[in-house]
């Protein structure tokens, strides 16, 4: 059996970098960033470190999401799988990479414990068909439009 699954959570230590692929005619996001996770008992850190800070990349739909609701300090729950790669730099280097490509990502507070006003939302690769609720504020989730013979009440 072969694995590669990785499960973290964190905060986004800064916005993401949003680029769009040109190899293909739809372009596809490309979103990186990384997530500044924890260490448990990470108070008597030897190397007075207390986080290790997580290259992630997230394609697609995903990265779409990442460009318009993730930024600097939000904590996220992000599912994926680790990806090596290497280049050769200009100086002629070979140069290793790590990154964590992201196939799931889900808020980890509610907007109200990161900046004031909303409920808990995620977005993963299921489902992409429908917006998510999202709250208006006063306690309430607005309900998308177009979904209204969903609703087992009107």
Do not use: W
Request: hydrophobic share 30%.
């Amino acid at each position: 059996m072969k694995m590669n699954k990785v499960i973290l959570m964190g905060r986004l230590t800064r916005d993401p970098e949003v680029r769009y692929s040109q190899n293909s005619e739809t372009p596809m996001a490309v979103a990186r960033f990384s997530l500044a996770v924890d260490r448990r008992g990470s108070r008597n850190s030897a190397d007075g470190q207390t986080a290790d800070f997580i290259n992630c990349v997230a394609f697609g739909r995903l990265g779409e999401f990442a460009e318009k609701y993730l930024h600097k300090g939000t904590k996220v729950a992000l599912g994926g799988r680790i990806q090596t790669g290497s280049y050769t730099n200009r100086d002629g280097q070979k140069v290793y990479t790590t990154d964590v490509v992201a196939e799931d990502i889900e808020f980890a507070e509610s907007k109200n414990a990161s900046s004031g006003g909303g409920e808990f939302s995620g977005f993963g690769g299921g489902n992409t068909s429908r917006p998510e609720p999202v709250s208006a504020g006063d306690g309430f989730m607005n309900i998308p439009d177009g979904i209204d013979e969903e609703l087992p009440f009107n």
